[in-house]
């Protein structure tokens, strides 16, 4: 999973937490051969629904690079608003980059000119 999929998972962990359905999530991520049967069945043996979503976001970003890919493609399907949080977050922290990216070369070019 890129540094920018795990800052997207990071910055919206709290939205995630409450509003994933996480069995339905964990049943497609494991059909899908994200998560093996042992990390499915210790999502859900975790006692509260936040907990779940907990242990599953945790888990997610050690998954291989297709996880956030899957979990989104789960999300398109089944809870598009959460897609479309994801989807503004990768937006916003790869513009974020560019921006920077550009400031720092600008900033290069100037410091070569003096």
């Excluded at 093996?36 to 242990?55: C, G, M, V």
């Excluded at 999300?75 to 994801?86: N, T």
């Amino acid at each position: 999973m890129s540094k920018n999929h795990k800052r997207a998972l990071k910055t919206n962990v709290s939205k995630l937490e409450v509003d994933l359905d996480v069995a339905r999530c964990v049943q497609y991520l494991w059909q899908e051969d994200i998560i093996t049967d042992y990390n499915k069945e210790s999502i859900l043996s975790q006692p509260t629904p936040i907990a779940k979503s907990r242990e599953l976001l945790h888990l997610l970003p050690t998954r291989g690079e297709q996880a956030f890919t899957v979990f989104c493609n789960y999300l398109r399907q089944h809870q598009d608003w959460l897609f479309k949080l994801l989807e503004e977050s990768v937006h916003s922290i790869i513009g974020a980059e560019k921006k920077g990216f550009k400031e720092t070369a600008v900033k290069r070019f100037l410091a070569d000119k003096k």
